[in-house]
């Protein structure tokens, strides 16, 4: 089983930036689209960022285009968020998913979850 471990959050200030990883175990990462989402206490999960299998497509809500990137280091069976110029509507838990197939922008498309890292931002 595929199991996802994240690391990296923590507190910050507006305009800072912070690197979010995701450590898988199990199985090769590589061979699953993965995908960021993020949770307010109260709300529903969101999609932020995704890429697909190969590393060549991503996908980014609008909120955070231009802001925050999704990557991968196969050889460390690793994905990141790189967030930068963050803000405090950015604050929220922050986690990992994968899923066999194509990216998608559904929580409930995503079989394996981390267990959530939080990002506080402060003004």
């Known amino acids: 089983q595929l199991q996802l471990v994240e690391s990296g959050g923590g507190l910050g200030q507006a305009g800072d930036s912070l690197r979010l990883s995701c450590v898988a175990s199990?199985?090769?990462?590589?061979?699953?689209?993965k995908a960021w989402f993020r949770q307010v206490s109260g709300k529903e999960r969101e999609f932020v960022a995704a890429i697909n299998w190969s590393g060549r497509s991503t996908d980014y809500a609008e909120s955070v285009k231009g802001r925050f990137t999704i990557s991968r280091d196969n050889a460390k069976n690793t994905v990141y968020l790189q967030m930068s110029s963050l803000k405090p509507e950015d604050t929220a838990v922050y986690y990992c998913?994968?899923?066999?197939?194509?990216?998608?922008?559904?929580?409930?498309?995503?079989?394996?979850w981390g267990q959530g890292t939080q990002v506080t931002v402060s003004s």
């Open positions: 199990g199985r090769t990462l590589s061979n699953y689209a």
């Open positions: 998913a994968a899923r066999s197939s194509g990216i998608s922008y559904s929580t409930r498309d995503y079989r394996y």
